[in-house]
T-cell receptor, first 106, second 112 residues
């Protein structure tokens, strides 16, 4: 069993929809990261959080330490949000989930 | 600041050849890491360094060497390339402690 599980693996939605991507982990962590990777592109860090909630523009990340679960939400989704979103946890080193491929259709 | 710079962006090698992937950062970050990204497997740690002169193995170190003679540079060496090393390689750096990772743009490597 992977230490970091993301769901769904693939998600297709229409422009404007509210998007939720989930991440569950099985061990104690010191921080959780959400990363974004556009097709053929580099990887950008969106959020790093260890408790509560963070917001940046239309992106919101939450974490529940007791339930070992985090969610990434995108409000008013746009085709430019199409990317792979990767959850990673810090347990000494970074351990990555397999990513969620998000496609937003106009 | 340029951030994390990786070269080359693309490379094709023949089995048995050796090469070095370059990684440099200008943010004075202590931690640097090399990852490989393969379809369906997520990012996997090859080697990492917590400071100049200190390196350690990650999850998939076989076939790769690293060195960290300066804070800025962290090259990854493929000693004798194998088709199983065909992958996209990412270098990353961060400050010590729980800090965000900064990634390079990646090197797409094909071994024939």
């Amino acid at each position: 069993k992977n230490e970091v599980e993301q769901s769904p693996q693939n998600l297709t939605a229409q422009e404007g929809e509210f998007i939720t991507i989930n991440c569950s982990y099985s061990v104690g962590i010191s921080a959780l990261h959400w990363l974004q990777q556009h097709p053929g592109g580099g990887i950008v860090s969106l959020f790093m959080l260890s408790s509560g909630k963070k917001k940046h523009g239309r992106l919101i990340a939450t974490i529940n330490i007791q339930e070992k679960h985090s969610s990434l939400h995108i409000t008013a989704s746009h085709p430019r949000d199409s990317a792979v979103y990767i959850c990673a946890v810090t347990i000494g080193k970074l351990v990555f989930g397999q990513g969620t491929r998000l496609t937003i259709n106009p | 600041n340029a951030g994390v710079t990786q070269t080359p962006k693309f490379q094709v090698l023949k089995t048995g050849q050796s090469m070095t992937l370059q990684c440099a950062q200008d943010m004075n970050h202590e931690y640097m890491s090399w990852y490989r990204q393969d379809p369906g497997m997520g990012l996997r740690l090859i080697h990492y360094s917590v400071g100049a002169g200190i390196t350690d193995q990650g999850e998939v170190p076989n076939g790769y060497n690293v060195s960290r003679s300066t804070t800025e540079d962290f090259p990854l060496r493929l000693l004798s390339a194998a088709p199983s090393q065909t992958s996209v390689y990412f270098c990353a750096s961060r400050k010590a402690g729980d800090q965000p990772q900064h990634f390079g743009d990646g090197t797409r490597l094909s071994i024939l």
